[in-house]
């Protein structure tokens, strides 16, 4: 019994911070892995659409399927920050933006709309330790 109860409570643990990483490890080894030309695993192939590379997964690093409330929990405490180059009175400078997940790609669209200016050089990701 304590070993059915000790896999409920893997299958209900929820989606989190270390799964997250080890998911984002497993699709960028996948990549790696396509674009040396080696073989992958038949199910995780590199696909392609609007000329963009991707990598479906339909379960966690547990094998359990991914629970739509767990991410979208996890989502809302996605901040992001986005690294932009520009140039101010001559000189190179880095700016730092704290991006909410839910405001990601109004930020980018400021880009594109020429609201914004610069070069992105980076984007992190990271959650909050103290979302109070």
Not at 47 to 58: E, Q
């Amino acid at each position: 019994m304590k070993f059915c109860k000790k896999i409920d409570e893997i299958k209900n643990s929820g989606f989190n911070n270390n799964m997250s990483e080890e998911i984002s490890e497993k699709v960028i080894n996948i990549f790696n892995k396509h674009i040396k030309n080696k073989q992958t695993n038949p199910d995780e192939k590199v696909k392609s659409f609007l000329g963009f590379s991707y990598v479906r997964l339909d379960e966690d690093v547990n094998g359990y399927p991914f629970k739509k409330s767990n991410l979208e929990d996890y989502a809302k405490d996605c901040h992001y920050i986005v690294k932009v180059m520009r140039e101010k009175d001559k000189r190179v400078c880095l700016y730092s933006y704290n991006v909410p997940n839910d405001k990601l790609l109004d930020f980018l669209l400021m880009f594109r709309n020429n609201k914004l200016n610069g070069t992105i050089i980076e984007i992190d990701k990271f959650l909050p330790k103290d979302l109070a």
